[in-house]
């Protein structure tokens, strides 16, 4: 926002000259619109504050209707990416999971799944993810929208990243990604660490078609490949 503030100052300290004049500023990006007005230059003393406050007045009038921007990606290790924004209606449809606040860490966590399902719903809006297949391996799809366990750790990293930018998260922060290799292939997911006891948590999207409730396990059983639980999840848990 400062930066358009100054571009519209800039614009508007070129033009300010005469009693009467009529000024013409372009908001560039997503809008392309053209303003005409009409004003009087006021004396010295207040020219600063006239151009202040129209700037903010554009600001204002056509600012972006978006509350979040978000970065995703799909199709098998990230082979597409694409930067959507959700509306202030969007947005707040999935931080409301997190309302009211969390008295304990697992209740958060149960959170985190209902957000997390909730925003590749919306994300699913914006993009072909919302076909996506739960335990997808192939690497040729029928049809794109498909996330391998790169693309969904990924994108639920950034998911969890910006629920805590915002203040979501109480009893959580965000860490690296978890990784494990056994059986038949690697494997990443999102992790998550448990602020008051250190433990580590996976949320793993993978297993479930877009926009039902990830996995959530401790990263250490997650690690053991003998417990294998996330390969019986059901959908219903």
């Not at 056509?62 to 509306?87: E, G, M, S």
Request: a neutral charge; glycine letters at 6%.
């Amino acid at each position: 926002l400062l930066g358009r503030a100054r571009q519209y100052s800039q614009r508007l300290r070129g033009r300010l000259a005469g009693q009467h004049l009529t000024l013409v500023y372009t908001v560039s990006g997503d809008f392309f619109v053209d303003i005409n007005h009409t004003v009087r230059t006021p004396s010295k003393p207040h020219r600063l504050v006239q151009q202040v406050l129209l700037a903010l007045c554009a600001l204002a009038l056509f600012a972006p209707a978006w509350a979040q921007k978000v970065n995703v990606c799909y199709d098998f290790n990230c082979k597409t990416r694409q930067v959507i924004h959700l509306t202030p209606a969007e947005w707040r449809s999935v931080v409301d999971w997190f309302q009211p606040a969390a008295p304990d860490a697992a209740v958060e966590r149960q959170q985190i799944r209902q957000a997390i399902g909730w925003m590749e719903e919306v994300v699913g809006r914006y993009t072909p993810t919302h076909r996506d297949k739960g335990l997808n391996l192939e690497k040729r799809p029928e049809f794109p929208g498909q996330l391998d366990c790169i693309d969904e750790s990924l994108n639920t990293t950034g998911y969890l990243i910006a629920f805590q930018q915002h203040g979501h998260l109480h009893w959580h922060r965000v860490v690296g990604r978890a990784y494990r290799r056994g059986g038949f292939d690697a494997h990443w997911a999102a992790q998550i660490e448990e602020v008051p006891s250190g433990e580590r948590f996976v949320i793993d999207s993978w297993f479930q078609d877009n926009g039902m409730l990830p996995f959530v396990e401790a990263s250490t059983e997650w690690q053991d490949m003998r417990h294998a639980r996330a390969l019986f999840f059901q959908p219903a848990d």
